[in-house]
Structures are given as C-alpha cells and as structure tokens.
C-alpha cells in the first residue's frame, strides 16, 4: 500500500491546446486508474447537418469539425454523396482530391511528430519541425486559396483548378520539402536519445491492436496491416505508387517513423500524381435528390473516418453519422495507462495524436 | 524595476479553446513557431491565467466551456484583454444558433479585439496582439486599483461582517 494521489489534469492545462479532462489515481507513481472526459467541445454538428444545412452545404460544415483533417471530412462526406446520386466524378477532380489530402496528411503528421517532440523536452527538434512544415502550409495555400480550411472539394468535383504555373512551383518546393522530410526522418530514426526515451514506452500489441480495433498510425506501428487508402476504393491511389508502411514495435518511437515514412510516400505520390495530372473538366453539375443511403471510409491523418450518409429525396439530408478514428483509440489508451507510469502519460497521449474536436463534435 | 515595465514589455498568454475546431489553435502554434515568431515582441504562450495579460479565445462558447471561460477571465489580473480569434469566436461562425453553442466570446465576456477569418491567418493574429498590447497600455495608465484594505490588528476572532465593516470604514448596509 503506496501514496494513493489522485491528480487532476486538464481540462484548462498548460501542456493541451484542446481541453480534455483526466483524472489519473496514482500509487506510487503508478496509474491505477483514469477517467476521462472529452466532452468539452461538443458542438451538435450532426444534429445541425440533419436540421440546418441543405445537402449542398453540408460538405463546408463538416469540415469545420477539425481543422487539421478539415479536407478528409469533407472528402468522406461529398464522396458518400456522389454514391447516393450516382454521379460520375472527372479524373482530374479525383486527382486533384489525391493531391491536396496527401499534402493534408503531410501537415499534419508533421505537427504530431513536432508535438511529440514537445513533450519529450525537444523544443528545438519542435522549432525545426514547425518550420519545415510551414512549407506545406504554403503549398496549400497555393492550391487551394486557405491555409486550414480549404472547402477544396465540392459535390461533383473540386472547387478551384490547378495551373500549369502553379504545378511547376508545386513540384519545385516539394523537392525541398522532401529533403527536409528526409532529415527529420533521420533525426527520429537514429537519435539516441529519442530512442531511449521512445522505445517500449506505451507498447500496443498486434492482439491488443486486433481486439480493441485501434486504426491509423498506431495500428500500422503495431503490426496490423489496416488502411483504408488500400481496402476502400474512393481516390485512385494505386495508380500514384501508394505504399503501406508497416513496422513491428507498437511502441512510441514506432509510431513516429511511421508517420515519418508516411510523409515521405505522401510526398512521392504527390509528385507522381502531379507528373501523370489528366486533362479535362474538374466539375461536373449534379441534378436531382439523394435518396438511399451510403456509408465511406476515409484514411484521414489520424486513421480510419468513417461517414454514414441516409437521404429521403429532400433537401435535408435525414441521418449524417460521423465516426472518427481518435473514438476508436480511446478504448486502448485507457487500456495502456492502467500501470504505466505518470510520467510517460503525456508522451503517450500525443503519440496517438488524438484530436477532440472530431470526437466530441 | 517594476512589475508594470515587465508586463507592457513582457505580455504572457493564455490561450483557451472553447469549442473551436483546432483551425484557429494550430495556427496561434503557428504563430509562435519559427515562420512567424511571435515570442519577438516578448510575448509568450503560458498556461497559467494568474500570469498572463492577453487572453486569447478561439471557437464558440459551448454551454461546458462557458463555466471554464468566466473562471479564466475572473482568475486573471486587472488589467487584462480579451482576444477574440476566428470567426467562430467573434460571432459563432458556422456554429452559430447550434444547440450547444452560446455563440460569440462577447456574449460570455467582454472582448477587446476581434480577428476575423476563418481560419484567422497568422498575420491577422499578430496583428490583433498587437493592438491587443496599445489597448492594454491604454488600459493600465486609466486603471483605478481596487480600494485597499487598512491592515487590522485582530486580537480576538472576529465575524466576517464586522471585519469588513472595520477595514472599509463603511457602516454595512449604508
Ligand atoms: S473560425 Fe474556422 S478555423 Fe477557426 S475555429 Fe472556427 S471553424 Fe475553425
């Protein structure tokens, strides 16, 4: 029989940006129990979408449930729409879609992997990760006319075409961005120090990961080969040279390479996608209702989203379900504090780079 | 030096989120990441409301964080702005007249400076800080401090209203 402490963390914390409250009863350093709660930001956009918002709108609402995978939501939505409606989409809207969600998934493994360099006292690997990511902020500013929330791709197509001019820059600063992508894949690869902070610290199993259904990066550094991008058909990725990544350890160090080499194919699929870009429409008009109903998942950054969309020939859509991957995370990070350490507890969380204001919506 | 020189040439942060979709978060990170370099005007990003002067308010005050958002404000030191960061924390934005939603920061608590945008572009933040910072000098020459009490010798335990009676030398009620 220890110390019994419990301690309070969040929902207000110097270390969260999103608020998000735990409560860990420690012994002796060691968690013996968590509660969490996340509920902080809950917002009613389901509701909304099905009372508010017409069809049409829907896709920008969505996107403004998170800001880091904004494109994947609407993505998911506007993909689960077309299905219903059975509209034909142009190849280079599909293209185009490719390109600004890999660029998306980019930036955003780039701000997990700084963040989780944060919290291991690494404010200068931070700095430099920050910096390289600006880079990609502006190329997708360059894109799409925003640099969070882009509203890139609508019912029908995309928004916005690219230009020949804007093509060639593109290509140009992604050369550099992959030479800076490469080093800070070096820098967490080999660093010592990282590597004994990292290593067996948070291990998820591959049984673990099986049973309590982990997705997205965590799961691939588990060993469980799971990506939506190869299992659902809904943006031509084999034809730009996709590759899974895979690795065995589970543990934190895991995770990040493979965000790491996550970037890194993001980045040649890209170029690829941009090389073999088809000629044509971006848009097509879509006439009448939907009516049935349809369901997509989408690898966002984070992993598997899932979108279940039912129609009944109005304007107003009757049921929008949106499930997120962080949802489908929590169940194993609250498996992985009870006896683990207090200290590892931030490293962990970020690790899984869990995002609130999809899961509370 | 006092303390005054330090906070007009050091203002701290505190930056709370009460329901915005990370857009507008990330792009305050932004703002003190490299590119931008906000901490070059001395400011810097701390969790702590009992030390900070500017508080930054990103998203549309849901009915949880309203609690949350008041106890901030009330926690931090006189004299003290309120930034207001996105559309959403200006107005409600897309949330506005959601089921959760109180809409804009301003029906919660007063608000200083509004940046618009969805999501605010960094620049526009700096810039809304930094009008921030001239308010906040405006604010600190026409401060008033609160009366302070008179030190009391207290021999015997004395009841609250009595004491309080004593030290502001007012008669209760009058
Ligand atoms: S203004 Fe836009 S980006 Fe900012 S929190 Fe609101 S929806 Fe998100």
């Known amino acids: 029989m220890g110390n019994r402490i419990t301690i309070p963390f969040g929902s207000q914390h110097v270390a969260l940006p999103e608020p998000i409250k735990f409560v860990f009863q420690t012994e002796n350093e060691r968690i013996t129990s968590v509660e969490v709660d996340v509920g902080y930001v809950h917002r009613g956009i389901e509701k909304a979408c099905q009372t508010k918002f017409k069809y049409t709108q829907v896709g920008y609402v969505v996107a403004r449930v998170c800001g880091l995978c904004s494109i994947s939501h609407t993505l998911a939505y506007v993909t689960a729409v077309e299905r219903l409606m059975e509209v034909e989409v142009p190849k280079r809207a599909l293209y185009l879609r490719l390109i600004v969600s890999e660029l998306d998934r980019v930036h955003s493994h780039l701000l997990a992997m700084g963040h989780t360099a944060e919290v291991a006292g690494y404010e200068n690997l931070f700095m430099q990760t920050f910096r390289y990511r600006e880079t990609v902020m502006e190329l997708l500013e360059l894109l799409t006319g925003n640099r969070v929330q882009y509203d890139y791709a609508c019912i029908g197509g995309v928004n916005r075409d690219v230009t020949p001019e804007v093509a060639k820059t593109l290509k140009e600063r992604l050369k550099e961005l992959k030479e800076k992508c490469l080093w800070i894949k070096d820098v967490f690869e080999n660093d010592l120090t990282l590597k004994y902070r990292w290593k067996g610290v948070g291990v998820v199993t591959k049984e673990m990961a099986k049973e309590f259904n982990v997705v997205g990066p965590p799961a691939r550094a588990a060993g469980l080969e799971t990506d939506c991008r190869a299992e659902f058909n809904y943006l031509p990725f084999d034809e730009v040279g996709y590759k899974m990544v895979v690795r065995k350890g589970g543990d934190i160090y895991d995770r990040n390479l493979v965000r790491a080499y996550e970037v890194l194919n993001s980045i040649e699929m890209v170029e690829n996608a941009l090389d073999s870009l088809p000629q044509g429409e971006i848009k097509v008009p879509v006439k009448g209702l939907p009516d049935g109903e349809s369901f997509v998942r989408v690898e966002a950054p984070r992993g598997e989203l899932f979108y279940y969309v039912k129609g009944s020939k109005k304007l107003v859509l009757d049921r929008v379900r949106i499930r997120v991957p962080t949802f489908a995370n929590i169940p194993v990070m609250k498996e992985l504090f009870i006896g683990m350490d207090y200290s590892d507890v931030p490293a962990t969380v970020i690790s899984f780079d869990p995002c609130l204001s999809c899961t509370a919506r | ?174």
Not at chain 2, 151 to 169: D, Q, Y
Request: charged share 30%.
């Open chain 2, 1 to 174: 030096m006092d303390l005054k020189k330090f906070r007009s040439k050091s203002p701290w942060l505190l930056h709370y989120n009460t329901g915005s979709c990370n857009g507008c978060d990330i792009e305050i990170l932004a703002c003190l990441a490299p590119k931008y370099d906000l901490e070059r005007f001395g400011i810097l990003n701390r969790g702590n409301p009992k030390q900070s002067d500017v508080l930054i308010v990103t998203g549309p005050v849901t009915k949880r964080a309203r609690e949350r958002l008041i106890r901030l404000y009330l926690e931090m030191p006189e004299p003290k702005v309120v930034v207001a960061v996105g559309a959403c924390a200006c107005t409600g934005g897309v949330f506005r007249h959601m089921y959760n939603v109180l809409n804009g920061v301003d029906k919660v608590i007063p608000v200083d400076v509004y940046v618009p945008g969805c999501a605010a572009r960094p620049e526009a933040i700096i810039d809304g800080v930094v009008k921030a910072l001239e308010i906040l000098e405006r604010k600190r020459k026409d401060f008033v401090p609160p009366k302070v009490c008179k030190n009391l010798e207290v021999k015997e335990p004395v009841n609250r209203k009595f004491f309080l009676e004593k030290c502001l030398g007012v008669k209760n009620g009058s």
